[in-house]
Nanobody, 130 residues
Framework: QVQLVESGGGSVHDGGSLTLSCATSGIRGTKDRLYSMGWFRQGPGKEREAVATIDSYGGTKYADSVNGRFSVSKDNAENTLLLRMTQLKPDDTAMYYC?????????????????????WGQGTQVTVSS
């Protein structure tokens, strides 16, 4: 059974930092079953958008709006997915979701499509004030 649980959200001022964590179970990769993981977010009145992803080989992708400020990684023997966020802006305010999909890698054309991701956490709120 796949389970994803986010934590680490909160409120910070413009320019602050936060690190989000996603505790995972049931998605440890094997030679016949590989997973890619990622973070999505949805702000008030906005569509859900991809923020950052990491494939089974460690390759990462970032949205242009966060590139250079956010960093996605795996920790604790790949049981935890992290999103380190720095230089936060009010536009980063959103509910952040952890997601996973059974795929070895993610194409440039499809990694941003949330419909292609099969497993989701419940989300953690990030609020950035001016």
């Amino acid at each position: 059974q796949v389970q994803l649980v986010e934590s680490g959200g909160g409120s910070v001022h413009d320019g602050g930092s936060l690190t989000l964590s996603c505790a995972t179970s049931g998605i440890r990769g094997t030679k016949d079953r590989l997973y890619s993981m990622g973070w999505f977010r949805q702000g008030p009145g906005k569509e859900r958008e991809a923020v950052a992803t990491i494939d089974s080989y460690g390759g990462t992708k970032y949205a242009d709006s966060v590139n250079g400020r956010f960093s996605v990684s795996k920790d604790n023997a790949e049981n935890t997915l992290l999103l380190r966020m720095t230089q936060l802006k009010p536009d980063d305010t959103a509910m952040y979701y952890c997601a996973a999909v059974q795929a070895a890698w993610l194409s440039a054309d499809h990694w941003t499509d949330h419909r292609r991701w099969h497993y989701w956490g419940q989300g953690t709120q990030v609020t950035v004030s001016s």
